[in-house]
């Protein structure tokens, strides 16, 4: 053997070896990719049901007090029992950018920092005043301001979330 047959047979495994670490990088990439758009997809819709839970639960306060009954309402909302964990990986290393827009990343971005304990706190203080305050002749009205603003507020999230499901 010649120094240059060993030197080409040299070369042509480390290009061989090479390549083949990059197609093997290029199918991890791509199968993480593809498993982070599924978790992102099953977090919209976590998301969305407990939204539609939040929905719920307001739907129960409406009727008592409807009935007159706001005294009676023993519910709590819990906004900031969502699942953001995806998500928020996606914002910190920046694959969000590659997936989604940036309208979308808004929305999202959104809806991780409204729901959030403040929040869940400032929702459930209202509640718990209109329950005080269950004498109060104008309470109904207040109330119902009340109702109308966060139901508002989470068909909206929910929209958001749908919106940006679809494209994913």
């Known amino acids: 053997m010649t120094f240059w047959n060993v030197f080409f047979g040299v070369f042509a495994?480390?290009?061989?070896?090479v390549g083949i670490h990059l197609g093997i990088d290029l199918v991890r990439n791509l199968i993480t990719r593809k498993k982070t758009r599924e978790n992102l997809k099953f977090e919209i819709d976590f998301n969305v049901k407990k939204l539609d839970l939040f929905l719920g639960?307001?739907?129960?306060?409406?009727?008592?007090?409807?009935?007159d009954s706001i005294q009676d309402y023993l519910g709590?909302?819990?906004l900031s029992?969502?699942?953001?964990t995806t998500i928020i990986q996606m914002f910190f290393d920046r694959s969000i950018y590659k997936v989604l827009k940036y309208e979308?990343?808004?929305?999202?971005q959104s809806f991780?920092?409204?729901y959030n304990i403040d929040t869940e706190r400032l929702l459930n203080d209202q509640i718990r005043w209109g329950k005080e305050h269950a004498d109060d002749p104008q309470i109904k009205?207040?109330?119902?301001k009340t109702i109308e603003?966060?139901?508002f507020i989470f068909e909206g999230s929910k929209k958001d979330l749908q919106e940006v499901k679809a494209k994913l």
């Not at 009205?141 to 119902?144: F, L």
Request: net charge positive.
């Open 13 to 17: 495994g480390i290009i061989a070896g």
């Open 57 to 67: 639960e307001l739907r129960t306060f409406n009727d008592k007090v409807n009935a």
């Open 76 to 78: 709590y909302i819990g």
């Open 81 to 84: 029992k969502r699942i953001t």
């Open 104 to 108: 979308e990343i808004g929305k999202l």
């Open 112 to 114: 991780t920092s409204f």
């Open 141 to 144: 009205q207040k109330a119902h």
């Open 149 to 151: 603003f966060w139901k």
